[in-house]
């Protein structure tokens, strides 16, 4: 006769380690930002505010730090969308059945197709030939300040969030990790609105950064085994 006992096997979810794929993330979108800062050099990559001038001289005189960063953000998004698709995987196989790990998976994809989008606009800028064309500047930077900068926070608001309600209200993750991550895609929500009063732009970086943090924390925190039943035969 086969009886169920209290023994319990884990089963573990068969992907790729999130934690290790946002530090991947982290490492080289940040890698991407030092050759455009002040970091790297002057001048250095300039606000949405700046003059004309300011612009179009930044991408004449600076072209292969934004080549190198166009390169280094483009691979960023690669490991992003992979973190997304894999949590989004890891947190049904824990049983999330409610929207949010769908949500988390939209936002993460769309966070990381906007990257790619934004990259290939500065790479397509870093051309002698592009740079040098002050109307096309404007209009390529404008393109690519807008999926960099709104298109970048409010998806990356929606994967942040997503995890958080989710994983939170199932005591998959700490309650003060979950509660940080909605702070921190409510910032990232309410950038949207930097569109309309550009000095909300501080919500961008707000997002962006901790937001780093807290994928790579989550990444490593949320479980990745469930407890199956023994049966044993008596």
Request: charged share 10%.
């Amino acid at each position: 006769m086969t009886l169920p006992t209290h023994p319990v096997a884990p089963r573990k979810h068969a992907g790729p380690p999130p934690g290790w794929l946002a530090v991947v993330y982290m490492g080289l979108f940040l890698a991407g930002l030092y050759p455009v800062t002040i970091f790297g050099g002057k001048p250095y990559f300039p606000p949405p505010s700046a003059p004309s001038d300011a612009i179009t001289t930044f991408f004449q005189t600076r072209s292969a730090a934004v080549l190198l960063c166009a390169f280094l953000q483009f691979g960023a998004a690669i490991p992003l969308g992979i973190f997304a698709a894999t949590v989004a995987s890891q947190l049904r196989f824990l049983g999330i059945r409610a929207a949010g790990a769908n949500i988390a998976f939209f936002g993460g994809i769309a966070t990381a197709s906007n990257m790619i989008v934004s990259s290939s606009l500065l790479w397509a800028m870093s051309y002698p030939g592009v740079a040098h064309d002050a109307s096309l500047i404007q209009a390529l930077y404008r393109f690519d300040f807008a999926l960099g900068g709104p298109g970048f926070s409010v998806p990356f608001g929606l994967l942040l969030a997503g995890i958080s309600v989710t994983a939170g209200i199932a005591r998959l993750l700490p309650r003060w990790l979950a509660t940080i991550g909605l702070v921190i895609a409510f910032a990232g929500e309410l950038s949207w609105f930097e569109i309309i009063f550009p000095k909300l732009l501080f919500l961008i970086p707000l997002t962006r950064f901790p937001g780093f943090l807290w994928l790579v924390a989550a990444g490593f925190l949320l479980p990745k085994s469930v407890a199956e039943p023994k049966a044993v035969q008596s």
